[in-house]
């Protein structure tokens, strides 16, 4: 549906305009009255135009470059919106190249624009001149550099129609400042479609129909489902498919949150760090079910014994994922949606209540073993997975979880519970540490009324703590928990593993945490006894402010199961 | 699974970076490229790469996912060589005094099937166009009386079977 302003712009007379004050009307147009960047040399003409149009554009400035990725995708994949990063040429440009990558990675809709030197001076060197098409290629699903003005509505148009349709992904439009500064009569019409791109190819009904009957011909079905349920806004339809075919079902790190935690079927999640059921059982199913998921490395441990003994169907949107990692029986492609809205109806309703009962008796395995250490602990020292439940509790399950990258990061999926999609938020591809604060700032901007908790260690917490700035001038009430164990966690566990605890450059020693968050004027508190946890938690959840609390946790704490690097998920080590 | 050579088409459109994010795609997986010829092909504004690697099926079909997904990309396809008419151009630069002093020089013109392009006061040119192993057996008959300059092209190609690209262009229908 068309918004009355899109409308509007479409059928407005052409205008003459600089082609800074065009971007502002492409952004308005696209429905963006947000955007996070930081000004320089080359693009100084749009922030000019920016300053003049602050009644329909809200520019945060964010304290690094990177910082500005981060939270346009906290943005996006909270909202389902695009979300879009400003910078300039040179090092600005360059700064966003990580957040590119991440974007691109997990499949993330984000419309970058960089400023470019002149076009006289291209190629010359000149002062914070970079070729950032050139180094942006690879990271980015579509990249384009307009050195006249009048190119630039098309190819916004073309930018948001490719970032958002199809599997998402990152554009960069970088712009040369004459571009910028020359008028032109200007038109906006939004991109319906791009000859050489198939965004989502048409469902097939047959591939559909021998979906349908190897799942109600199976003994043992397995569902895993990813970020394609998520993307293509199918949570219903797979909720729907779960229950008739009564399919138990796991999940990758990206579509955690996608059916609520609590959903008798969800068997918890698939993975390195996930859960030792649906592993262990990938290697028992009969037919095994990805919904919108690529299986990943970090999915499949060792392909060469990775579900052979199953039958493979892919529910997929990208044809390039199909055959990629899995040899697959059967692959449906199209949008998640509307495959599995076709599926239903061909589906019997059914039952496997001895098979389901094989999860739950390898989850009260799992129980015993890890979980309950985790999150009930005996030992002296706070565990991470007791801070996850302790913020289940106080949160009601209901926040946004934003997580870095680390052990933290999988106490946060392993532990965290959800009753709602887009709330797991994390960097699933590319584990780019220093994601979670700035992209905490990008979720709670794309929903205020949401509570939203990054978790963070204390090593990605450095990486972009800068960020922090952006809460202060802003006043977002993001609430960021550290869990400090004063060490790179994960690292230290390989190395603990696999590298005869050799500790090398993996023991931190860090500042007071809370003394640099109150220099931010940010609420803050530090925990380190059980005891004064739960009312830690308590407060921060019930503050309407940005609130910091530090929790010092015990430092050589490990993530268990864990499916070793290379191994088969039947492999998986509980301790 | 056996490396063999493919030949990989590319339809595209015609614009400036698609040669970057196309080679992008054998850089990141370390595969090398064997040749490259870049022209405009049967239909008009649309360009076609033809590129041979020496790999897997199971890379090839790979990389053709990945350029088949890139934005600007029509379609690609790839065939082993028993699959497509193929051909190779070289350029020989000998010097003329050559062509009169010896007279294997002129044996080899003719039953090379090649042409003579220009002949100078110092210099001439041959063109040969053929399988690579014509082309490789000609210069190594030319060589020991000297070559000044050699170049040879990229393999151009056509496939037995049809590419359907016009259908898929005239089915687009921005909606």
Redesign the interface.
Known sequence: METVKEKQTKTKSTIKVSGAEAIIHCLVAEGVDLLFGYPGGAIMPVYDELYKHQDKLTHILTRHEQGATHAAQGYARVSGRVGVAMATSGPGATNLVTGLADAQIDSTPMVCITGQVTRHLLGSDAFQETDI??IS??VT?????ITDASEIPSVFAKAFY?AKSGRPGPVLIDITKNAQFDEFDFSYKKC??????IPTPKPNIGSITAAAELINNAKKPMIVWGQGVILGHAEEELKAVIDKAGVPAAWTIMGESAIPTSHPLNVGMVGMHGNYGPNVLTNECDVLIAVGMRFDDRVTGSLDTYAKQAKVIHFEI???????NVKVDVAVLGDSKETLGLLLPLLKQNKHDSWHNEFKKKYQIEFDTVIKNDIHPTKEGLTMGEVLEQINIASGQNAVMVSDVGQHQMFTCRYARFKQSKSNITSGGLGTMGFALPAAIGAKMGAMDREVIAIIGDGGFQMTIQELGVIFQHNVPVKIVVLNNDHLGMVRQWQELFFDKRYASTVMVNPNFVKIAEGYSIESKSVSKREDLKAAIKEMIASDKPYFLEVKVEQEDNVFPMIPSGASVSEVRLK | MEKQWFTISVY??NN??LL??IS?IF??RHINIESLNVSKSEIDDVSKFTIVVYTTEKWV??IV??M??Q????KAFYHIDEETIYQESALFKINSALLFDERQIQNIIKESNSQIVTVSRDFFVLAKSGRREEINEMHDLLKPFGIMQFVRSGRISVSKDVMKISEM?NE????
Do not use: C, M
């Open positions: 098409i050139g290629t690879p699903k579509w990249n384009y550099q490719i319906k479609g791009v000859r050489s791109y990208d044809p390039a994922e199909i055959n990629k | 595209s459109e400036v970076g970057n994010r992008g850089l990141k079909h790979n996912g990945q088949e997904k934005i600007e990309v029509i262009l687009f229908q921005p909606n």
